[in-house]
């Protein structure tokens, strides 16, 4: 055989198969010249041995180097096929293919986990080298011996840095194969490593991706969302003129914001937000008819056309949306347009948030907005920072001549409740008034 892996790199540790890298020679494979390598990563190895210097492209290149990597080592060790599979929902899923001829099976092809060498291998029910299937009786009982012609096997698992398995890296053979080695396993276990090393990002994103889209499903389709709601309060007379909708969601994980931000991250925000909305609006019935209420919303909710639907029924002259945007939005007109025939029908913008950095002056500039509120990150402490009191001035000052309202979030003391009835704030909300209360 033309791959010949120097002396062992390190001892297994706390599962099979995962290795530190400190030296690896590779000589004479598919015409590159032998190569030494001491101390250096294993994915760095891997790009020299295929020729192909690292870069930060799409995944179709990655795809490209992983399949090479593959059919090197069904090459170097003489088999007919060579894949790396993925262990999901009970499936043995087939991502990356290489085979002398046409392919077994395409990549993304699945089939039952129970039924495939590849468990086997990980429980430890059938040794990492298979000389001839037909002399081990579980294995002749699997509809993949036959329905792949699987003689001779060999595999190993594809362990990530967490712990859990990715899935295998099994080559077979369509006759017996008695020349395997453990040499050969030990040739595998450095390529699934090297594998894992590229895996290994992508694949614990996804899986994080999908343990939060299952845990947001949960919520949406329970409507386990409560809503809280804090006072606003005019800070002359100290009477309720309305109140913010909060969400609160399921511990252990209740950060709101926490919750918002992953549901972006998967596509859900619009639907979780509108959840939220809707339970919101059933508060109104319980509230002063003189009193309006305010929620969140998102420049992707307004734009994904829900929410007018949403609204339809509800009366808007006591309603407050309140948008809620870190960064830049490029969508400005089309906001705009959305929210066009709701504003004329009695529905109120405010931009939330103000003075906490200079996307939010954007989005006043831009979408001139009925109610400017002020961050909580303004008003504490502003009774003693004359930086605070001057920026909370100039927002006052351009309120008042563009003809918003202004409405002050996070007054807890009653110094920083004197300051803003100085420079001119009508409204404002904060646990001075009242902390938020479940509806």
């Known amino acids: 055989m033309n791959f010949i892996f120097g002396q062992k790199i390190a001892e297994k540790k706390s599962h099979p ?15 590159l010249p032998a190569l030494t390598y001491n101390n250096t990563s294993t994915t760095r190895v891997l790009y020299a041995m295929l020729n192909v210097t690292p870069t930060k492209q799409s995944q179709a290149p990655l795809h490209d180097i992983i399949l090479s990597a593959v059919d090197l080592a069904r090459i170097c060790l003489r088999m007919d096929v060579a894949f790396i599979s993925e262990f999901k929902n009970g499936r043995r899923i087939f991502r990356h293919i290489a085979a002398d001829g ?5 990549p993304g092809h699945s089939d039952p986990l129970a039924e495939s060498y590849c468990q086997h291998i990980v429980d430890g029910s059938i040794p990492s080298i298979v000389d001839d299937s037909h002399i081990y009786p579980i294995l002749k009982r699997l509809n993949s011996t036959e329905a792949l012609k699987i003689r001779a096997h060999l595999g190993v698992p594809i362990w990530l840095s967490d712990g859990s398995v990715f899935g295998t890296f099994c080559c077979y053979n369509r006759s017996p194969n008695s020349s395997l080695r453990e040499v050969d396993v030990e040739a595998m276990r450095r390529f699934a490593g090297l594998i894992a090393v590229m895996l290994e990002q992508r694949v614990l994103a996804e899986r994080a991706a999908e343990q939060t889209c299952a845990r947001l499903t949960r919520v949406i389709q329970g409507r386990a969302i409560a809503i809280a709601c804090q006072p606003i309060v005019d800070l002359a007379s100290g009477g309720v003129l309305g109140y913010e909708a909060l969400s609160r969601f399921p ?72 948008l809620t945007e870190h960064a830049p939005i490029e969508e400005y007109p089309a906001i705009a347009v959305a929210l066009d025939t709701l504003r ?4 109120h913008l405010a931009i939330d948030d103000a003075g906490s950095g200079y996307a939010s002056f954007r989005h006043i500039l831009q979408l001139q907005p009925d109610i400017i509120k002020l961050d909580q990150s303004l008003i504490q402490g502003i ?14 000052g351009f309120a008042r001549d563009t003809g918003c309202d ?22 404002g909300q904060g646990y001075l008034f009242g902390r938020p209360a479940l509806a």
């Open 344 to 347: 004329r029908s009695g529905l």
């Open 406 to 427: 202004v409405v002050a979030e996070g007054i807890e003391t009653d110094a920083e409740l004197a300051v803003l009835r100085g420079l001119g704030v009508k409204a």
């Open 383 to 396: 009774d003693a920072d004359s930086g605070r009191r001057a920026l909370a001035a100039a927002l006052t």
């Open 17 to 31: 198969g995962r290795h530190a890298a400190s030296r690896l020679c590779v000589t004479s494979v598919a015409g």
């Open 251 to 322: 511990a252990p994980e209740s950060c709101p914001a926490g919750w918002f931000d992953d549901a972006h991250q998967v596509d859900k925000g619009a639907e979780l937000e509108l959840l939220a909305i809707e339970l919101a609006l059933a508060c109104l019935p319980t509230l002063s008819p003189q009193a309006y209420l305010s929620f969140n919303v998102s420049p992707g909710t307004i734009l994904s056309g829900a929410l007018a639907s949403r609204l339809s029924d509800a009366p808007l002259g006591r309603l407050v949306l309140e």
């Open 102 to 106: 046409d392919l077994p099976v395409q």
